[in-house]
Protein backbone atom coordinates (compact mmCIF):
# COMPACT_ATOMS: atom_id res chain seq x y z
CA UNK A 1 0.00 0.00 0.00
CA UNK A 2 2.98 2.82 0.93
CA UNK A 3 4.49 1.78 -2.47
CA UNK A 4 1.31 2.55 -4.13
CA UNK A 5 0.78 5.68 -2.37
CA UNK A 6 4.82 6.60 -3.22
CA UNK A 7 3.85 6.64 -6.89
CA UNK A 8 0.99 8.71 -6.73
CA UNK A 9 1.11 11.98 -8.81
CA UNK A 10 -1.27 14.53 -9.56
CA UNK A 11 -3.28 15.20 -12.78
CA UNK A 12 -2.97 18.07 -14.39
CA UNK A 13 -6.83 18.54 -13.85
CA UNK A 14 -5.53 18.60 -9.73
CA UNK A 15 -3.03 21.52 -10.34
CA UNK A 16 -5.35 23.38 -12.29
CA UNK A 17 -8.31 23.18 -9.98
CA UNK A 18 -5.80 23.58 -6.42
CA UNK A 19 -4.36 27.02 -8.52
CA UNK A 20 -7.73 28.49 -9.75
CA UNK A 21 -8.79 27.27 -5.80
CA UNK A 22 -6.17 29.35 -4.40
CA UNK A 23 -6.91 33.02 -6.61
CA UNK A 24 -10.59 31.94 -5.63
CA UNK A 25 -10.08 31.76 -2.24
CA UNK A 26 -7.79 34.89 -2.07
CA UNK A 27 -9.75 36.80 -4.29
CA UNK A 28 -12.44 36.51 -1.29
CA UNK A 29 -10.69 36.82 1.91
CA UNK A 30 -8.87 39.87 0.65
CA UNK A 31 -12.49 41.13 -0.62
CA UNK A 32 -14.11 40.49 3.36
CA UNK A 33 -10.67 42.05 4.81
CA UNK A 34 -9.75 44.61 2.49
CA UNK A 35 -11.12 48.21 1.99
CA UNK A 36 -11.41 47.14 -2.24
CA UNK A 37 -13.75 50.63 -3.18
CA UNK A 38 -10.87 53.24 -1.41
CA UNK A 39 -9.83 53.10 -5.34
CA UNK A 40 -12.15 53.11 -7.97
CA UNK A 41 -10.29 51.18 -10.03
CA UNK A 42 -9.61 48.28 -7.45
CA UNK A 43 -13.81 48.33 -6.83
CA UNK A 44 -14.32 48.39 -10.27
CA UNK A 45 -12.29 45.08 -10.72
CA UNK A 46 -13.87 43.72 -7.69
CA UNK A 47 -17.36 44.03 -9.05
CA UNK A 48 -16.77 42.30 -12.65
CA UNK A 49 -15.28 39.67 -11.30
CA UNK A 50 -17.00 39.38 -8.15
CA UNK A 51 -19.85 37.03 -10.31
CA UNK A 52 -17.20 34.69 -12.19
CA UNK A 53 -15.86 34.00 -8.58
CA UNK A 54 -19.17 33.57 -7.13
CA UNK A 55 -19.46 30.62 -9.41
CA UNK A 56 -16.21 29.22 -8.92
CA UNK A 57 -16.76 29.20 -4.96
CA UNK A 58 -20.12 27.18 -6.03
CA UNK A 59 -18.73 24.88 -8.67
CA UNK A 60 -14.92 24.22 -7.32
CA UNK A 61 -15.73 22.46 -4.41
CA UNK A 62 -17.97 19.88 -6.65
CA UNK A 63 -15.45 19.46 -9.18
CA UNK A 64 -12.76 18.55 -5.98
CA UNK A 65 -14.58 15.94 -4.65
CA UNK A 66 -15.19 14.26 -7.91
CA UNK A 67 -11.95 14.53 -8.56
CA UNK A 68 -11.20 13.01 -4.85
CA UNK A 69 -13.21 10.08 -5.71
CA UNK A 70 -11.30 9.77 -8.84
CA UNK A 71 -8.07 9.84 -7.28
CA UNK A 72 -9.56 7.02 -4.76
CA UNK A 73 -9.10 9.06 -1.83
CA UNK A 74 -5.81 9.37 -1.48
CA UNK A 75 -4.66 12.26 0.81
CA UNK A 76 -1.58 13.11 -1.89
CA UNK A 77 -4.17 14.47 -4.56
CA UNK A 78 -4.24 18.42 -4.64
CA UNK A 79 -8.14 17.90 -5.14
CA UNK A 80 -8.29 17.19 -1.02
CA UNK A 81 -6.09 20.27 -0.68
CA UNK A 82 -8.03 22.37 -2.80
CA UNK A 83 -11.61 21.25 -0.40
CA UNK A 84 -9.46 22.34 2.78
CA UNK A 85 -9.05 25.18 0.89
CA UNK A 86 -12.30 26.81 -0.19
CA UNK A 87 -13.91 25.19 3.04
CA UNK A 88 -12.89 27.47 5.61
CA UNK A 89 -13.69 30.40 2.53
CA UNK A 90 -17.10 29.34 2.27
CA UNK A 91 -17.47 29.11 5.80
CA UNK A 92 -16.25 32.90 6.05
CA UNK A 93 -19.15 33.87 3.24
CA UNK A 94 -21.69 32.67 4.99
CA UNK A 95 -21.00 33.60 8.73
CA UNK A 96 -19.88 37.50 7.20
Known amino acids: ?4 QS ?13 ISFF ?3 FWIIGNTADVYHFAIT ?3 YELLS ?3 LALIIFLPGISIFLF ?3 KFNRRSLALY ?7 TILLLLLN
Open 1 to 4: MSEN
Open 7 to 19: NFHNSLNNKRVFV
Open 24 to 26: VAL
Open 43 to 45: GAF
Open 51 to 53: LPM
Open 69 to 71: IKD
Open 82 to 88: SLLLLTP
